[in-house]
Nanobody, 123 residues
Framework: QVQLAESGGGTVQAGGSLRLSCGISGRTYSSHAMGWFRQAPGKEREFVAGVRWSNGAARYADFVEGRFTISRDRSANTVDLQMNSLKPEDTGTYFC????????????????WGQGTQVTVSS
């Protein structure tokens, strides 16, 4: 059984930074990918970034625009999301998730999810 636990959320002013971390319990294989998603109130969950566990290859949503960096630590079994130049529209609950295969943008394609961590960016 895989369990994911996010941490690092909080409240920050626009232009600030936060680093989210996702701890993974259970074994992670080279065939897996990890993703970060977010969900604002009244909106659908959307893809933010994903990374291949095997080689660290990453993909990002267009709205990231170079502000976020996803990384994985295979020894610590964690995946982090460094978020810089935060905007009020980045506010939401951020989730990490796991799937088998390459990182994709569809939430339904991920089989394990964490409980989420709240990120609030004030203007």
């Amino acid at each position: 059984q895989v369990q994911l636990a996010e941490s690092g959320g909080g409240t920050v002013q626009a232009g600030g930074s936060l680093r989210l971390s996702c701890g993974i319990s259970g074994r992670t294989y080279s065939s897996h990918a990890m993703g970060w998603f977010r969900q604002a109130p009244g909106k659908e969950r959307e893809f933010v970034a994903g990374v291949r566990w095997s080689n660290g290859a990453a993909r990002y949503a267009d709205f990231v625009e170079g502000r976020f960096t996803i990384s994985r630590d295979r020894s610590a079994n964690t995946v982090d999301l460094q978020m810089n130049s935060l905007k009020p529209e980045d506010t939401g609950t951020y989730f990490c998730a796991r799937r088998v295969g390459a990182p994709t943008t569809g939430a339904s394609e991920y089989d394990y999810w964490g409980q989420g961590t709240q990120v609030t960016v004030s203007s």
